[in-house]
């Protein structure tokens, strides 16, 4: 995705079993590798994960940046 991935658009790279299809190759976002799995962001179930995640994409979506930063 060479403008980055939207909040809440699944990642062209994301393979029918939820597999990263360029997982270990160098042209995989530094950022994918700069998330490591851990109890804090995954919980102990995927609907904890996804609850998480999208929690997170909310919280730093380019629109809501805008209108906390033009907020009085
Ligand atoms: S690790 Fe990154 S590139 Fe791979 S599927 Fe997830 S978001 Fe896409």
Same mark, same amino acid.
């Given at each position: 995705?060479p403008?980055g991935? #939207?909040?809440g658009?699944? @990642?062209?790279?994301?393979?029918?079993?939820?597999? @990263?299809?360029?997982? /270990?190759? #160098? =042209?995989?976002? #530094?950022? @994918? /590798?700069?998330l490591?799995?851990?109890?804090?962001m @995954? /919980?102990?179930?995927? =609907?904890?994960?996804m609850r998480?995640?999208g929690?997170? =994409? =909310? !919280?730093?979506?380019?629109?809501r !940046?805008?209108?906390?930063?033009?907020? #009085?």
């Amino acid at each position: 995705m060479p403008h980055g991935k #939207p909040a809440g658009v699944r @990642c062209v790279q994301l393979d029918e079993d939820l597999r @990263c299809r360029i997982f /270990g190759r #160098p =042209e995989r976002p #530094p950022v @994918c /590798g700069s998330l490591p799995p851990s109890e804090d962001m @995954c /919980g102990d179930s995927r =609907e904890q994960a996804m609850r998480w995640l999208g929690w997170m =994409e =909310e !919280q730093t979506a380019p629109d809501r !940046q805008r209108l906390e930063s033009a907020a #009085p």
